[in-house]
């Protein structure tokens, strides 16, 4: 294969694409595919002589559509969506073809450039003040991660990174019961360690309490352990909670410690201006993450960390060894000192087709038609014998039981075999409950409406 060829099969790539999508509604969206079904179908060992790319492409056809769950699907309601409109397809072809590194602004000017702006492009579209520099990461998890690590360094003075932590104070990382598992995993790798995670309790609304907060401080200060940082939810992943900013990051300020938002899945609805209540007083924080390839349609992955003082990260992160400099350094932006990887994709031009192609109008509509379509649902599923709702909306995120546990844990398996919806579960109030989240990209008010007509279909007779 040549880049002659590259050109043929590309397009008969872009032909598949469009019949995959074409079709996408008459598959089920979840795989039924059973462990073992695709490693069964591949040769124990990689061929010895090049094979054609008709056979290959006629492999990746057969095998590969069936043995997957279409995210893409306009009734993915599952987990959180990820989603990839066409622009940020497009974007992310060319970004393959120039498969740039964009380790340090020499390496790749432009991704550099418009990476920055793009971050500075969607700070402005969610209404944050203009302070916040930032960056793009490839997930949520490692902007976490990184802020974890911030936090790890600012507490120990620095000295973390230098001689290690045996010796160290007992680190303490705060957060509610509401936050993502990311924050578990990134105080592992950081060497905090999981059981310094306090947990704070959260009050009816699902927010952590301040005085709570202050308390679980204060006493872990008389311990003589060392309070580094506090995360804050907004919209989690079970049922959408969110914690109530302003005085939380009041308390942290208090006590010097370095807040962390991590709005993963709800940031992309603050472009939506009426929406930004739900995080007011974010403009406190040290650090925000949240995922344009979540809601807002970017092409997975793509997750962007605003940073209130970029050089805290920067001085955790950052290495210069003489084989990386530039003499231009002094006074560019190496974003690889923002991030773990020294390697980075260039992940801003698809952002820049994606705002381009939509505009920011397309995009709330967007989100604001999948809110709307998540309430109508709701209140028809209440109207159905049998279903109660568990967790009202929070934007289009809410949760639903049908009789009992074993009943709803039941009445999901049939949903996700009969394959026109995907739906997944949490536990919430000691339940098995069923979430229903609408944000995939093409999704319209029938799809929405369909996890109607299953649920009755299912649940009849
Ligand atoms: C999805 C999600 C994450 C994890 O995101 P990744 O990008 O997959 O690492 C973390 N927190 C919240 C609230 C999420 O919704």
New binding site residues.
């Given amino acids: 294969m040549n880049h002659d060829d590259l050109n043929h099969w590309s397009k008969r790539a872009a032909d598949w694409t469009r019949d995959y999508y074409r079709g996408l509604r008459d598959r089920p969206v979840r795989a039924r595919t059973a462990p073992g079904d695709i490693a069964r179908q591949l040769p124990r060992s990689a061929p010895e002589q090049p094979e054609p790319m008709e056979r290959i492409f006629a492999d990746f056809k057969a095998i590969v559509p069936d043995g997957m769950t279409h995210w893409q699907h306009p009734r993915f309601f599952a ?2 969506p990820a989603n990839a409109a066409p622009a940020s397809i497009l974007a992310e072809q060319l970004t393959a073809a120039m498969a740039a590194q964009a380790m340090l602004w020499q390496t790749s000017p432009a991704a550099s450039e418009i990476e920055a702006v793009m971050v500075d492009w969607l700070r402005e579209a969610l209404g944050l003040a203009a302070h916040f520099k930032g960056t793009i990461h ?7 991660l990184c802020a974890i690590l911030t936090m790890r360094e600012r507490a120990l003075d620095w000295q973390g990174n230098k001689t290690g932590l045996s010796g160290a104070p007992r680190l303490r990382i705060y957060a509610s019961d509401q ?4 924050i578990d995993k990134s105080a592992r790798i950081a060497g905090i360690g999981q059981d310094n995670i306090c947990r704070i309790p959260t009050s009816q609304n699902l927010s952590m309490q301040p005085e709570l907060l202050e308390r679980a401080i204060n006493l872990d200060k008389s311990n003589n352990f060392l309070p580094a940082g506090v995360i804050l ?5 079970s049922v959408g909670a969110s914690d109530n900013l302003a005085p939380l990051i009041a308390v942290a300020k208090r006590h010097n410690l370095y807040t962390h938002v ?5 940031g992309s609805a603050m472009i939506c201006p009426e929406l930004r209540e739900l995080w007011a007083g974010v403009d406190g924080a040290d650090s925000i ?1 949240f ?1 344009p ?2 809601w807002l349609g970017a092409q997975f ?1 793509c ?1 962007v960390q605003f940073l209130a003082d970029p050089a805290p990260q920067v001085r955790t992160l950052g290495l210069r060894p003489d084989y990386l400099a530039t003499l231009e350094h002094s006074y560019l932006t190496d974003f690889n000192e923002w991030t773990v990887p020294l390697g980075r994709r260039f992940r801003g031009l698809k952002l820049w087709f994606l705002l381009r192609a939509y505009g920011l109008e397309g995009l709330r509509e967007r989100i604001r038609n999948h809110i709307r379509w998540a309430a109508e649902i709701r209140d028809e599923i209440t109207a159905l014998p049998g279903f109660e709702i568990t967790t009202e909306p929070r934007l289009s995120l809410f949760t639903f039981r049908y009789k009992s546990d074993a009943e709803t844990e039941a009445l999901l398996t049939r949903i996700n075999d009969d394959g026109r919806i995907y739906l997944t579960q949490t536990r919430h109030d000691e339940k098995f409950v069923i979430r229903v989240q609408v944000g995939q990209f093409d999704c319209t008010r029938d799809d929405v409406a369909m996890i109607g007509i299953v649920l009755r279909d299912l649940t009849k007779g």
Avoid: L, Q, R
């Fill in positions: 987990y959180f490839d997930s949520a998890t490692t902007a976490t936050t993502h598992s990311s939810s907004i919209g989690g992943t991590d709005a993963a899945w709800a993450v995922n390839h979540k992955d997750s």
